[in-house]
């Protein structure tokens, strides 16, 4: 059975700051999900991840993956207010043709950033 | 283009009734998933289908907990008897059949047994 860890589970910044968010599954998969949530809101897709290696950027989150550590990482630069929410990462189970199969998810990193 | 559509937003029961949670997919989506999220939690998966099947039900409960995405129509949860221990959010989220099969959420059905 997959399980997915992420650390921290709770992160107070200051804005400006830099931070990253670690993400380890144990067992493999091929791709890996990203996704924000805002209190009493849902999902917002951040960043779909589908090889070992992978780089995403999209404005002050970028976020790899590595297949090999069964580790994916979130990294926030000059962070600001917006940025407050629960990020949660979500593998995909195991590896086969079907990309359409059940994620994952970990138990969050909820993100407060401080002005 | 609308996205992922579920209803309704809100429902409460009380203990023994039954819910029914109901899912639109994405314009051209013909696979659904639905999620659980207890308070303070991460989402949990409860089943996969197609229409008109179910691909992957491993994390339904066994009794009173049944899913159906019949021909024509939404996708629907449905809860029988239901229990305090119900209470929680319930997210659908769909895809397509190509690509990287990202998986699109819903706003999602807060229940709340009473």
């Known amino acids: 059975e997959l399980k997915v860890e992420q650390n921290p589970l709770f992160l107070s910044m200051q804005e400006g700051k830099n931070y990253t968010i670690y993400c380890n599954y144990s067992?493999?998969?091929?791709?890996l999900y990203w996704y924000r949530q805002d209190p009493g809101k849902s999902l917002e897709s951040l960043f779909v991840?589908?090889?070992?290696?992978a780089v995403k950027q999209e404005g002050r989150l970028m976020a790899s993956l590595d297949t090999k550590a069964r580790l994916s990482t979130l990294h926030i630069t000059a962070a600001v207010h917006d940025l407050s929410a629960t990020y949660f990462c979500a593998p995909k189970g195991g590896i086969s043709n079907f990309g359409n199969e059940k994620l994952t998810f970990g138990t969050g990193t909820r993100l407060t950033i401080i002005p | 283009n609308a996205g992922v559509m579920q209803n309704p937003r809100h429902l409460v029961r009380r203990r023994g009734q039954e819910a029914r949670l109901r899912c639109s997919p994405m314009?051209?989506?013909?696979?659904v998933y639905w999620y659980r999220q207890l308070p303070e939690e991460g989402l949990k998966f409860m089943v996969y289908l197609q229409k008109e099947n179910i691909i992957d039900e491993s994390g339904m409960p066994k009794e009173r907990f049944s899913a159906e995405f019949p021909k024509e129509g939404p996708s629907i949860l449905r809860i029988q008897q239901v229990v305090r221990g119900d209470s929680a959010a319930y997210f659908c989220?769909?895809?397509?059949?190509?690509?990287?099969?990202?998986?699109?959420f819903g706003p999602g059905t807060r229940l709340t047994v009473t």
């Open positions: 989220a769909s895809s397509g059949t190509s690509g990287a099969w990202e998986q699109y």
């Open positions: 991840l589908l090889s070992n290696g």
């Open positions: 067992t493999t998969s091929d791709r």
């Open positions: 314009k051209g989506h013909s696979h």
